[in-house]
């Protein structure tokens, strides 16, 4: 199974910054099947990127993702209020796909 | 747009078999995977396992002995068994399509229902 380790547990930053997450793989992800996902507070979870860097329908261009192999990123350019959430990436690489454990961006 | 909705019991007794039913509208189940995921604050989210309209399956290999899934193309919806609970299975139960967009044999998950939580407690 490939463990997805996510870095950092949780990003103190200021509306208008720049926020990166980190996603490695224990294990190499074939042609880039990594997803990323959105949760806020008592919501359910929504698919910002697949494929590593395609966004999502409707999802705002200020959400990128990048990477492969075993290192994937996630970049907010400029974090709006509703950006404050935690943040999961998955893998669809080999059964069973697997989820990281989240970075919590919280404001500063 | 598609709609997933989760059911079932909101308490299941330790040893018992938590049962969930997913009522998928705004289209047919047929000819896609549908996929049941946990979230708990233990283990985080852990995907259980998908199931093909045809009733062709997958489960994780960490919950394979207890698992079981099936459908009903008539009623729209789709099904979980897990057997034999403890507190560990305490957690909040999604439903979750399965992109048909991905070019390999599994996918992405897009939409997911709103969750359930299951607490197991006697």
């Known amino acids: 199974e490939i463990v997805l380790t996510q870095s950092p547990g949780t990003l103190s930053l200021s509306p208008g910054e720049r926020a990166t997450l980190s996603c490695r793989a224990s294990l190499s992800v074939t042609s880039r099947y990594l997803a990323w996902y959105q949760q806020r507070p008592g919501q359910t979870p929504r698919l910002l990127i697949y494929g590593a860097s395609s966004r999502a329908t409707g999802i705002p261009d200020r959400f990128s993702g990048s990477g492969s192999g075993t290192d994937f990123t996630l970049t907010i350019s400029r974090l709006e209020p509703e950006d404050f959430a935690v943040y999961y990436c998955q893998h669809y690489d080999s059964l069973p796909p697997t989820f990281g454990q989240g970075t919590k961006v919280e404001i500063k | 747009q598609v709609q997933l909705l989760e059911s079932g019991p909101g308490l299941v007794r330790p040893s018992e078999t938590l049962s969930l039913s997913c009522t998928v509208s705004g289209e047919s189940i047929r000819s896609n995977y549908w996929s049941w995921i946990r979230q708990s604050a233990g283990k985080g989210l852990e995907w259980i396992g998908r199931i093909y309209s045809s009733g062709n399956t997958n489960f994780n290999p960490s919950l394979k002995s207890r698992v079981s899934m099936s459908i009903d193309m008539s009623k729209n919806q789709f099904f979980l068994n897990l057997t034999s609970v403890t507190a560990a299975d305490t957690a909040v139960y999604y439903c979750?399509?399965?992109?048909?967009?991905?070019?390999?044999?599994?996918?992405?998950?897009?939409?997911w229902g709103q969750g359930t939580l299951v607490t197991v407690s006697s």
């Open positions: 979750a399509k399965d992109s048909p967009d991905s070019m390999w044999f599994l996918t992405w998950f897009d939409p």
